[in-house]
């Protein structure tokens, strides 16, 4: 298996601007969460999914950051608009049940 | 989301010595992992324990985890310089926190 795949490693933008995060979890896995990590606040959980379905969101700092899984192999992080404090890596990380999370290499984004 | 607290956010130590690092949480869990995090890199499993169990080794480590104050420790022995890195502690639903850095110098 490829491990989880993330979509782009490095993203670039203009504050304002809309930003989608993409992750392809190991397969057979039906956890799936979304983190971001910055210096100042660590690694943050922002929301997970278990078999697609969005059970803990508390984590999504405002109404600009949206999640979603349509399908088990897929999900997508939006942050519309985007601003410079949005400025982080996000980590997605998948798991068999509720034990060891795998985790992608992380998308570097820099909101300008 | 509950937030797991690693302490001390750093840790300096020389090879061959152990690193203790330690971790606290709020919430009841069925499980509690440690990660490690090389800079720049996502992070990478080491470890996991179960709510009933009360020590766990995997080579150089050794995990304990006590449930009534709602903590763990990781110890690494004879820690060497590819140690260095972030650790962190973790279960479903955690916010992971800034870690403990530990630098192990030759």
């Known amino acids: 298996d490829a491990g989880v795949i993330q979509s782009p490693r490095h993203e670039v933008t203009e504050m304002g601007q809309e930003v989608t995060l993409r992750c392809k979890p190991i397969s057979g896995h039906d956890y799936l969460f979304w983190y971001r990590q910055t210096m100042m606040r660590g690694l943050e959980l922002l929301i997970y999914f278990n078999n697609n379905v969005p059970i803990d969101d508390s984590g999504m700092p405002e109404d600009r950051f949206s999640a979603k899984m349509p399908n088990a192999s897929f999900s997508t992080l939006k942050i519309q608009p985007s601003e410079p404090r949005d400025s982080a890596v996000y980590f997605c990380?998948?798991?068999?049940?509720?034990?060891?999370?795998?985790f992608g290499p992380g998308t570097r984004l820099t909101v300008l | 989301s509950q937030q797991g607290e690693e302490d001390p956010q750093a840790l300096s130590i020389q090879e061959g010595e152990n690193a203790t690092m330690n971790c606290s949480y709020k919430t009841s869990i069925n499980n509690l992992q440690w990660y490690r995090q090389n800079s720049g890199r996502g992070l990478v499993h080491l470890i996991l324990?179960?709510?009933?169990?009360r020590e766990k080794h995997s080579g150089r480590l050794r995990v304990t985890l006590d449930t009534s104050k709602k903590s763990s420790s990781l110890l690494i022995t004879a820690s060497r310089a590819a140690d260095t890195a972030s650790y962190f502690c973790?279960?479903?639903?955690?916010?992971f926190g800034k870690g403990t850095s530990l630098l192990v110098t030759p």
């Open positions: 973790a279960t479903v639903g955690l916010n």
């Open positions: 324990i179960r709510s009933n169990e």
């Open positions: 990380a998948s798991s068999f049940g509720p034990h060891e999370q795998f």
